[in-house]
């Protein structure tokens, strides 16, 4: 049986480019193979991080989990800190890794510019990503293609530990979706759509209102050429407003841009604000029931005692072959 692993940081609500490029294949692929999602805490630390609001975005992001679709019966969903041989692991792969590799990671590169002193963590981060991932054996790894490199890296560590100590991960291939696989923030299409970006109308969250969607996708950037078509080069914002309209209305791109034929943007972007509130409806309702409630706790518990058998039989295998004495 297959296995597909992957995380989401409680950095604050999960916005819909988390949800386009990440959560909605979580949901697909638990009903083609066995599924490991995880709530990463501890990634979420390589920048400071409110203790209070911490612990609150992390069951804010179970709950989302939840009511995106997620199944516990056929998903082991959990919290990264519960289960201490991520931490483990990725200090033995810190051990097998070059700064040279590191320095080569966009993401650092993006988060540390402008910071005088960049966090050590915030360098070593791919590491634990990697951890997460060989811990589970997961063959694929369904994430936004802003961590596309990362995967690369884990498929690195993962060889090069396979060579020098003999078979021991699985080495796991990045999945990605075909549209919306980076969506763009909405006040400047060149740049993602971020949790932690100071503008919250550059994003919609999954928990935002009507009037704030609405808000967020009438002021966003477009072009002045008023022709509704997709070219992410040219026109990167229309084109980021034609990927969401697509995934949340199940129409294709070329049936958007044919339904538009002639209309001006704001149209578009009005009938956008109805596609995005009719699908965030139901989720909040469900977010609202879950997040409150005792399920929650026990379905996180549960998650992590099931994702401790797996790694900690990992593990096993893993200090075997460096030599890492068993008492
Ligand atoms: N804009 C995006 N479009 C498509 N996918 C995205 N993802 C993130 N942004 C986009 C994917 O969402 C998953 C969870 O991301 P994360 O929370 O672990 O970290 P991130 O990539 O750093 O996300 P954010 O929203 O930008 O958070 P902050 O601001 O805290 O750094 C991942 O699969 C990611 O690819």
């Known amino acids: 049986m297959k296995r597909a692993f992957s995380g989401v940081q409680p950095t604050g609500n999960i916005h819909i480019g988390n949800y386009i490029g ?13 599924t490991v999602y995880c709530i990463v805490d501890l990634h979420s630390i ?29 998903s082991i969903i959990f919290v990264q800190s ?22 080569r990671m966009i993401q650092f590169k993006d988060k540390s510019k402008e910071k005088e002193s960049a966090p050590t963590g915030l360098f070593t981060y791919p590491l ?25 890296l884990t498929r690195d560590l993962a060889e090069r530990f396979n060579n020098k100590y003999g078979d021991t991960f699985v080495v796991p ?7 919306g696989a980076r969506i763009m923030a909405l006040d400047d299409p060149t740049n993602k759509m971020s949790k932690s970006a100071e503008n919250e109308h550059s994003r919609i969250s999954l928990l935002d209102t009507p009037s ?9 950037t477009t072009d002045s050429d008023n022709e509704i078509r997709f070219d992410e080069e040219n026109k990167p914002g229309i084109s980021n407003l034609l990927a969401i309209y697509s995934v949340f209305s199940g129409l294709d791109i070329k049936e958007i841009e044919r339904k538009y034929a002639g209309c001006g943007y704001g149209q578009l972007k009005k009938d956008l604000v109805e596609v995005v509130n009719d699908s965030l409806v139901d989720i909040q309702k469900k977010y609202f029931e879950i997040r409150k409630s005792d399920e929650l706790l026990e379905i996180l518990r549960e998650g992590t005692k099931k994702a401790q058998n797996i790694s900690e039989e990992t593990m096993i295998r893993v200090k075997e072959k460096i030599g890492l004495v068993r008492l």
């Open 46 to 74: 390589t920048v400071p991080q409110n203790p209070k609001e911490l612990q609150e975005h992390t069951l804010d992001v179970a709950a989302l989990y939840l009511s995106v679709g997620l199944d516990p019966k056929k």
């Open 128 to 152: 634990l990503m990697a951890a997460d991932i060989l811990l589970y054996d997961a063959q694929y790894v369904p994430v936004g293609n802003d961590q596309k490199q990362h995967i690369e």
């Open 212 to 220: 704030k969607v609405k808000k967020s996708i009438m002021r966003a």
């Open 173 to 179: 291939e990045y999945k990605g979706t075909k549209v």
């Open 82 to 103: 519960t289960v201490p041989a991520h931490a483990e692991l990725a200090w033995i792969l810190t051990c097998n890794s070059y700064t040279g590799e590191l320095s």
């Open 22 to 34: 990440a959560l909605k294949q979580f949901v697909q692929l638990q009903n083609e193979m066995e």
